[in-house]
């Protein structure tokens, strides 16, 4: 062996290390290995094999394989189904990388014999040979191996380095000790090494032996143990006394007795009863059983609860607990009173739709209430197992039934209001997608023969009243969407926050907090200001936090002060709350050049979405900035050449094109933006920039816009006006084919705000840019 650089095809093995004098067999997949050994077969037959740091790499690179590795022989290879070899190498000698050369078909490297540094001193190497010889007999004794010929084999080594990679091969170490022990060139450091590990090696195994034997004691005694109980059960046979497990069996038949069940359930439990008999109370399977049994026996097979048909009464109930939602409450009247009607009516599949903190998870406990059912809610954000839905199969260790069939048993009724809260909010993984399993659940046509895979037999769900709760439907698969019934619930009004914060807000803290009647007293201008000056979000959930921060200093300074009651105004609301958050006049009333204001909808509620258009000298570029998704690009795009087109019309330069760059940008960047519904309020930044025209400060828009001009229809229209409201827009251009959605709109905003309805984007312009003349409804 000359020590001189060779050019070698290389292969990457995952966990492996192959010694010098060592025959490994290894499969291998990768096209890049398959076409090294093609090629050392077509050479010499040489091939460099090297581990590589981490088993999960792929596709490894230079940096994720070892230095040193081992030249090897190929005595034999032989291909496998899929496109595999199965291959027999015996390694040759040590050899460290010195170029990796990562080709187009297969990866070679440059390579070099590593030298080896042998124990000069005979004494010293015969010293170290006989200490490992006999620590390595001494493990392969304790480890009950008989590998005679082996240590027959090592005894007569007179190499060392071959003495060392032989034992190095054998031993059960992990691969990156392995590749330590294929690194270092020093025998005597080798050796030093190896006996290192086999006094561990040693001592594991005496652990496990120790270990082994207790079990197998154990394990004696639980043989002894069920002999001695036969013995005992044929004693009480004999003298007329039932044992424990005998009181079980009878108490499941009893329950089996008791409940009118399904003829195939029936025979069902029938069977895992007469398991159990045979089984005995021993053993692992039986406790296995008994859970089963308890299971599918505690289930409301039969169990109803009588609803409270009388529609007053339910509308009374509902009008206490929520305030508005006239949507959800008609729909709940109108069910019950189909079901006085008839009797065979199916529960509807309710999906409430909207902004956090609008009340969609209370609704639901006001439905039962009025209903007189139980309630019991289910959290579906973040999950993504389907078991969770659809049960475990009971042949699995720790088997659950799904959480829809755990609900039923808690709450002990077949005919309960489950919500099934957050159901945009579900994902999927490898375990299965939980959408597909909520399917057979929310279909009133099936759900009636729902089969969990834990009790392993239908179960009627057709009398359960599901509701479920989203914040957007953009990310609720299309087949599930079809089996519910979509309720929008919106934001409120400034005035609808008021009444829900005077009838039920503080009620409900001042009965959380324990405050007396008249001992704390808030007032409308105290609860108009915190609305007003301290939340805008759709719902009331932020408005009741700050109305609890309120009265929680209110009864501290009762409290330090020895104040009898307190008065809470404006003016302690500002004391207590501190700098003002919000403010109707913060709008910017000063008429720009190039900023318009846009109206969105997103998950949380409608919110403004101001755009800004600079003009710049250039070349015609067109930059878009502030995270815009797809669609949006799309649309600045399409206006971008409707202003082209239509030039004229608006005074635009013909070249601008030419000579201008335009930078369209939706500020607070950090926020993914999309959907179909700012070209309007694009095309009227971009004609403003380059007409410099200013546009009116209290004027927001929102629609899509075609090459020709045509304003087209959007959604969210309340929750966009909604965010208008809260920000005191004046105006709102809304597209043609929208107006018929004005009814949903509250009289509030309807009394404040002017809808201009348009069809054309010249008519946005007309009513959006100063000294135009207004063109509008």
């Known amino acids: 062996m000359e020590n001189q650089i060779m050019k070698l095809p290389l292969i990457p093995l995952r966990g492996l290390s192959i ?344 609704i639901a406990k006001s439905v039962a209430n009025s209903l007189g059912r139980k309630f019991v809610r289910m959290s579906l954000g973040g999950v993504k197992d389907e078991a969770e839905i659809r049960g475990h199969r009971k042949t699995y260790v720790g088997a659950i039934p799904g959480r829809i069939v755990s609900a039923l048993k808690e709450v002990g009724y077949k005919n309960p209001v489950c919500l099934l809260d957050e159901i945009d909010k579900v994902s999927k993984d490898y375990k299965g997608n939980v959408e597909d399993a909520l399917l057979e659940v929310l279909d009133s046509e099936q759900n009636k023969t729902f089969r969990d895979h834990y009790i392993d037999v239908e179960f009627d769900l057709s009398k359960v009243l599901f509701i479920t709760t989203a914040n957007t439907l953009d990310t609720i698969s299309r087949p599930l969407l079809d089996r519910m019934e979509v309720i929008e619930v919106s934001g409120y009004t400034t005035e609808e926050k008021y009444e829900i914060a005077k009838k039920y807000l503080v009620p409900k803290v001042m009965k959380e907090y324990s405050v007396e009647d008249g001992q704390i007293i808030v007032n409308e201008s105290a609860l108009r200001t915190i609305i007003d000056r301290y939340t805008r979000e759709s719902g009331v959930r932020n408005l009741e936090r700050k109305i609890a921060s309120v009265i929680r200093k209110s009864i501290t300074e009762i409290i330090e002060s020895n104040k009898k009651k307190i008065t809470i105004n404006s003016l302690t609301v500002k004391k207590y709350l501190g700098s003002e958050l919000y403010s109707y006049d913060d709008l910017d009333k000063e008429d720009k050049i190039g900023v318009v204001t846009g109206l969105a909808w997103t998950g949380y509620g409608g919110d403004t979405l101001p755009v800004e258009v600079a003009v710049m000298d250039g070349d015609g570029k067109l930059q878009l900035t502030g995270q815009l998704g797809d669609v949006m690009k799309e649309s600045a795009k399409a206006g971008y050449s409707y202003v082209r087109a239509h030039c004229d019309m608006y005074g635009i330069d013909k070249e601008f094109y030419k000579n201008k760059d335009i930078h369209i940008h939706i500020p607070e960047g950090a926020i993914p933006k999309d959907g179909p519904s700012a070209g309007v309020t694009m095309v009227t930044a971009m004609v403003s920039a380059l007409s410099n025209r200013k546009i009116k400060y209290s004027v927001a828009m929102t629609g899509e816009v075609t090459l020709t001009g045509r304003v087209l229809p959007i959604g969210g229209l309340k929750e966009k006006s909604l965010a208008a409201y809260r920000m005191g827009i004046k105006t709102i251009i809304i597209p043609k084919a929208n107006e018929k959605d004005l009814k949903d709109i509250p009289k509030v905003i309807k009394n404040r705000i002017k809808f201009i309805p348009v069809e054309k984007i010249e008519d946005v312009l007309k009513n959006a840019l100063v000294g135009e003349e207004k063109n509008g409804n």
């Open 19 to 362: 010694f010098p004098h060592m025959a490994l067999n290894f499969d291998i997949g990768r096209k890049k290995s398959i076409e090294a050994i093609n090629r050392a077969m077509d050479e010499d037959q040489k091939i460099f094999i090297i581990s590589q740091r981490e088993s999960t790499t792929e596709n490894p690179t230079e940096k994720d394989i070892y230095n040193v590795g081992c030249v090897c022989t190929i005595k034999q290879f032989m291909k496998l189904p899929g496109n595999h070899l199965r291959v027999l190498v015996e390694g040759e000698y040590r050899a460290k990388l010195v170029k990796y050369l990562d080709e187009d078909d297969c990866i070679s490297a440059e390579v070099e014999a590593v030298e080896e540094l042998d124990i000069e001193d005979k004494t010293e190497s015969e010293g170290y040979k006989n200490s490992l010889n006999d620590m390595f007999i001494n493990y392969l004794e304790l480890a009950g191996e008989e590998f005679k010929d082996l240590i027959v084999e090592l005894e007569e080594e007179e190499d060392n380095s071959v003495y060392c990679d032989v034992i190095s091969a054998f031993l059960p170490v992990k691969a990156d000790v392995k590749q330590e022990l294929l690194e270092i060139t020093s025998i005597k450091e080798r050796m030093e090494k190896l006996l290192v590990i086999l006094k561990k090696e040693i001592e594991v195994v005496k652990v496990e032996k120790l270990i082994s034997n207790k079990v197998k004691a154990r394990v004696s005694a639980s043989q002894k143990e069920y002999y001695l109980r036969e013995q005992l059960k044929v004693i009480q046979e004999e003298l007329g006394e039932e044992d424990e497990f005998g009181r079980e069996i009878a108490n499941y038949e009893k329950k089996l007795g008791q409940i009118k069940l399904p003829k195939d359930v029936k025979t069902k439990i029938e069977f895992e009863i007469n398991r159990l008999k045979n089984i005995g109370p021993s053993s692992q399977e039986g406790s296995v059983i008994k859970t089963y049994l308890d299971t599918i026996l505690g289930m409301p097979w039969n169990k109803l609860t009588k609803d409270n048909l009388d529609l007053t009464n339910a509308r009374k109930v509902l009008d206490e607990e929520h305030y508005g939602l006239e949507d959800v409450k008609e729909r709940i009247i109108e069910y019950l009173a189909v079901r006085k009607m008839s009797k065979s009516l199916k529960s509807p599949i309710v999906c409430l739709v909207g902004p956090p903190g609008v009340g969609k998870t209370s």
